[in-house]
């Protein structure tokens, strides 16, 4: 009896180790996370609209069907990026995603403060090897750093009604992440 | 023999206890960093770099992409105010008033985070759109048959969740209590 205990007890620390190790490693192995989602619609560094979501088909969970929204997938491994984000009348925000979905940084139209959002998304490396000189005259532009080569950027405006969709859209349409020249 | 046996016997607990352990906690959602406002939950801390490990397994495994801090927050409700689960047979009305934001919106969705079908192909309220009292208080009615007023189609499906989203908001990880962020109450009515 007290054998089959020690199993038992046995057993439920090994369940732990188990679980502990699964959540961890959970994120590597998934196939159905956003990025993988989005790959087949969106080509690598260009922003793609997504389709509105609807009840029988919407590309990722819990999207919020009041915005219209795009996606600029991005690989950084041919130099920084360059985002440049026209703002819409009601509310605009761009969000950056790391490869797993984490959500490293977001910026909206008021914090960004003018028409057009404007920023350069570099990875921590290609940061560290811009020219003393040309960080001091690009000190007006914002930089991003993406802890990871690949990754999601988020461009979504706000359609506070179902009328000024097609405004948004169009808004949007001039969204656009490019290599920087 | 016995050896064998017992070793075998203990796989075997580890294997359910710890996968089994996973899939309840992704599926159920964690209480790290849970904000929790009467029937409201929001987990603020999932928009940020410093996301636990069990919120980035769960993303990681349904495709969500959280809403980034710097964007919003979003407060998700599964039941009413009393802890009975939102059936989409009954009427329930959301009321009072929201903490301060740009804007905010409010939507249904299925377990799954699909939109909740119904034939009047709407899905959601936002801050623009919904009729308020001269208090500026509002209430909005989720029901499966149309309402007067604010009314947001539950297509009859059996659960539900309503998710709420304020936006430009300093509502965020600091937030602890009702009175930083006075969210709608939830109550139950009437079921057809």
Known sequence: MIRWLLWLVGGLVLGGIVHLATVLLLPRTATQDAYTRLAATAPINSVVPLPAPTPDDALLPFMDPAFATAVCRYDLASGPLQLRVPVSQAYTSVSFYARSGIAYYAINDRAAGRRIIELDLMTTQQRADLPEDEEVTAADRLIVESPTRTGLILVRMFGPEPGLMPMARRALASAQCRPQT | MRLLIGLLFSFLVAAIFGLGLTQFALTRGTAFGAITI?????????????????????????????????DGVAFFAASDDAGKPLDGRCAVTLSGTTPAARFWTVALYDLDGRLVPNAADRYGFTSQEVSRHADGTFSIVLAPRARPGNWLPTGGI????????????????????ARDAPMPSITAGACA
Do not use: M
Request: charged share 20%.
């Open chain 2, 158 to 177: 059996d659960r539900y969740v309503v998710v709420l989203r304020l936006y430009d908001t300093p509502v965020g990880v600091a937030t602890r209590t």
């Open chain 2, 38 to 70: 009467g029937a409201w939950t929001a987990w603020p801390k999932t928009g940020t770099a410093d996301i636990d490990p069990y919120a980035r397994a769960a993303i990681a495994r349904s495709g969500e992409l959280p809403i980034g801090s710097g």
